[in-house]
């Protein structure tokens, strides 16, 4: 049964602030808003089609993570240019977390965080490498 899972149909974050959460996962990211529910939660496409959900959270206190802290760690987002898109997130106001570091399984790769804390990754793979 080698089809009985194909594959993540999406991550979803909880946010502070649902709409504005999604707007700078919009303006800042690229995502375009797909549906809205009144809950409220935001159902958003990136360009190769991969969806997020941003969804409201309940009062439980943010734990301290780390890269390496038990649990779902960070989302990783693919680029074709590294140096391209980090200038583009910088001319958004995104400030890295740290320097350009080398991901398991090769490449590039950058830690930065969305408004509310969440951990992104941007990761260039380079073929063959």
């Given amino acids: 049964m080698t089809d ?67 649990g779902w760690s960070h989302v990783a987002m693919r680029t074709r240019d590294l140096q391209a898109a980090m200038q583009c997130l910088e001319s958004k106001g995104v400030q890295w977390t740290g320097d350009v570091f080398t991901p398991v399984g090769g490449g590039r790769g950058r830690n930065f965080c969305d408004p509310d804390g969440n951990m992104l990754q941007l990761i260039e793979r380079i073929a063959n490498a």
């Avoid at 959460?21 to 375009?32: K, M």
């Fill in 4 to 70: 009985c899972i194909i594959g993540l149909d999406h991550p979803a974050v909880a946010a502070e602030n649902v709409d504005a959460l999604a707007d700078w996962y919009c303006d800042v990211l690229g995502y375009e808003k797909v549906f809205r529910h009144d809950k409220p939660v935001w159902i958003l496409r990136a360009v190769d089609g991969t969806m997020l959900e941003i969804m409201p959270r309940d009062q439980t206190e943010r734990p301290k993570r780390t890269t390496w802290t038990p």
